[in-house]
């Protein structure tokens, strides 16, 4: 399996897991148009972030996972911050180490960029990926998200 940034050629291949991943949280996905649009902003290099893939050494393949990042920051430590937007994993890789290779990756973007830190939410009854985040070492934040819907998905 090869970790790294995804190319413009590889975003095809990703749309359908991410297609994957919005039905998981929001119960259906948006379409491969929209969703090519809006993910190919993250195709490095970009000013906005960056979309990791996990490809399968065998060729044709689907890729084993993906996460998505977005530069960000920290006005309290005053630093750059990489968020973890999305993680996942197709559900018959899990358990095999992909998720923490993309962890991993993801980290060292981080590092790389010289940002103080990776941050990232997940669903209170995602019990699955919270063991895989306090497996790698990750801390569990003691902050409230809250959100006001601003205007309707198209």
């Not at 939410?121 to 790698?136: C, G, K, M």
């Amino acid at each position: 399996m090869q970790v790294g940034a995804a190319t413009p050629a590889d975003l095809a291949r990703l749309l359908p897991l991410i297609a994957d991943y919005q039905g998981f949280y929001a119960g259906r996905p948006r379409g491969d148009d929209h969703n090519a649009a809006f993910f190919g902003r993250f195709i490095a290099p970009s000013a906005h972030g960056m979309i990791i893939g996990a490809f399968e050494d065998a060729a044709g393949e689907p890729p084993a996972g993906y996460a998505c990042l977005y530069w960000t920051f920290s006005s309290v430590s005053a630093t750059d911050v990489v968020l973890l937007n999305d993680l996942y994993v197709r559900p018959e890789r899990r358990g095999g180490g992909v998720g923490e290779a993309l962890l991993a990756a993801a980290v060292q973007v981080s590092r790389d960029r010289g940002a103080s830190h990776v941050r990232w939410f997940t669903s209170t009854d995602n019990h699955a990926a919270q063991r895989l985040y306090e497996r790698v070492g990750a801390q569990r934040s003691a902050w409230f998200e809250y959100e006001i819907q601003t205007a309707s998905p198209r």
